[in-house]
């Protein structure tokens, strides 16, 4: 497990980036955050350890934005899928089987259909600038980052 304090959107998006430092293809990041955690800012510091181009913005509504990099990134927003058959019209089984990175906010929706090895980061906001990140399912993330 790796824990750490964010104290700044910046903070989380630095240690986002050295997170994505030890990402390999078929990765799949699971959120866990309410509403306003820094669940985005951390999409921004991944997307850019891991090369990507482009503004990394929330997919509420297009449900998976695409970042092309050295490792590409999907990101998405699961609030509003409801199941398998929601899940498969968006092609999101098809998205695992990609040379890619999967960041998945509002994850606890799929949590039935999310793979056995998936990384999961919880984002608690302890106050309007402070959050604490917390990092399990992989042994990669043994060790703390710092905080």
Not at 27 to 52: E, H, Q, W
Not at 106 to 116: H, K, R, V
């Amino acid at each position: 497990m790796l824990k750490f304090v964010s104290n700044s959107e910046q903070d989380t998006e630095k240690a986002a980036e050295r997170i994505a430092e030890k990402l390999v293809p078929g990765d799949v990041i699971a959120y866990v955050g309410g509403l306003g955690a820094g669940k985005t800012a951390f999409t921004r510091g991944l997307a850019r350890g891991l090369g990507c181009d482009g503004t990394v913005t929330s997919p509420t509504f297009a449900i998976v934005n695409r970042y092309e990099g050295k490792i590409p990134l999907n990101h998405f927003d699961m609030y509003r899928i409801d199941g398998f058959d929601s899940l498969y019209s968006i092609g999101f089984f098809d998205y695992l089987d990609e040379y890619s990175i999967c960041a998945i906010e509002w994850s606890e929706n799929i949590t039935e259909y999310l793979p056995e090895n998936t990384i999961y980061i919880e984002i608690r906001r302890v106050d309007d600038n402070v959050r604490e990140i917390t990092v399990t399912g992989d042994d990669r993330f043994a060790d703390n980052i710092g905080d």
